[in-house]
């Protein structure tokens, strides 16, 4: 299942740099997107943002919220602050729809 497609503007790095968190859902599904840390690096380039960044994203079972959500039905992975690591965290967010079954709600 493609729910992210490749070039989005809100998949790109440049997104990120501002230090948005980016919240979507599909169908039973919601996940989450943010650069860690999430500072506004547009504005504040300070190098020490930079060291060791991180592209974080979450997974959950609808109806709530993510901070409403129990912790245990919160799936998260993170890769590097690069274009790969986009592209990885992308396609990572389409598997899990695929892969574990939202079709249920658990509250």
Do not use: H
Request: charged share 30%; aromatic share 18%; with cysteine.
């Amino acid at each position: 299942m493609e729910i992210i497609k490749e070039g989005e503007y809100y998949i790109t790095l440049n997104y990120y740099w501002y230090g948005v968190t980016y919240y979507g859902s599909y169908k039973n599904m919601r996940f989450m997107i943010k650069r860690e840390p999430s500072a506004n690096l547009f504005y504040n380039s300070d190098e020490r943002n930079n060291a060791d960044a991180k592209i974080v994203g979450k997974v959950w079972p609808e109806p709530f919220c993510l901070e409403k959500t129990k912790p245990e039905l919160v799936i998260t992975e993170e890769y590097p602050f690069t274009e790969e690591g986009i592209e990885e965290l992308r396609q990572w967010i389409n598997n899990q729809y695929d892969k574990n079954d939202y079709s249920d709600i658990r509250l």
